[in-house]
């Protein structure tokens, strides 16, 4: 039965999202850098940026265009971002299309911004790819909505949180996709997993549909043993963030890519430190307006 409707589902997989990154709300974001906690880290990508990586000059053109550790300057926003995006760096190319879409640091341009992002799913990012299922999703039209479905599925081999959400939804409902509860409480299951409570109400409903059945006993012990974990998180915002920073550096700097003779990047954002089955991407979303939420996803 179709319980809610695709706009609802949108909507409720939005809610953790952030504020879009537009001139307006970009200040209201918390900033995670100060002069002694991540400066050092910028001026190192700042370096790399130069040296040829797409994605630390992603990272230095948001911190320009927010002032969130270097002073803000929208010309050298705008002067590193374009740098990613000629290099093709999938990042840099959505990150672009995000601001000319929401006229962020740049006159609003929505026809580059739909090629830009066009460009981006091309590339295989995940954000880029979740951003078109949603406004494919809009629509409710049947063709569109299939083809939303895949780009959910490409985002969420990824391990996009943003998508496995969505994802689950659809298939818990039966929506542009066949009804499949267990592959719907794997996603919400691994989402809770990483810490992301909003799915926890959907692995409890899928989980209590399951058990109606009889058919899964043991999945879903398995899944009320997951709804009953309490995911211990390391707090301290500032911290994590500055060591993913730091993490992002030390990456970059032992590929050996970026040296005077580096023209681009084979790396493909800020992806999970330790990739498993039970992890989630914290590459960036559609909605991301400071380095904060660059890193983090808005999450």
Known sequence: MRLLSISALILVSSISISLPATAQNA???EQICTETDCTKELRKLMRLARAGSGDAAAIVAMSYATGDGLEQNTSQALRYLRQGVRQRNPMSVYL?????RNGFVIEQDI?????LLEQAISLNYAPAQYSKAVTLLQTEDPTQIEQAVVLLEQASEQKLATSMLLLGQLKQHGIGTEKDLVAAAELFKRLVLTGQTQAKP????V???LAASNEHAELVKDLQQVENIEVIRV????IQMNNMLAGLVKRLNSSGLYDSRSVGSRIRGVSCEQSGSNCASIKPDSSSSSINQVLSGGQ
Do not use: V
């Not at 959907?202 to 409903?205: H, I, N, P, R, S």
């Not at 707090?235 to 500032?238: E, K, L």
């Open 202 to 205: 959907y692995l409890a409903e």
């Open 27 to 29: 200040g209201n974001n």
């Open 207 to 209: 989980s209590a549909e």
């Open 235 to 238: 707090t301290g915002q500032q």
């Open 111 to 115: 026809a580059e911004a739909d090629r």
């Open 96 to 100: 672009m299309s995000d601001w000319l």
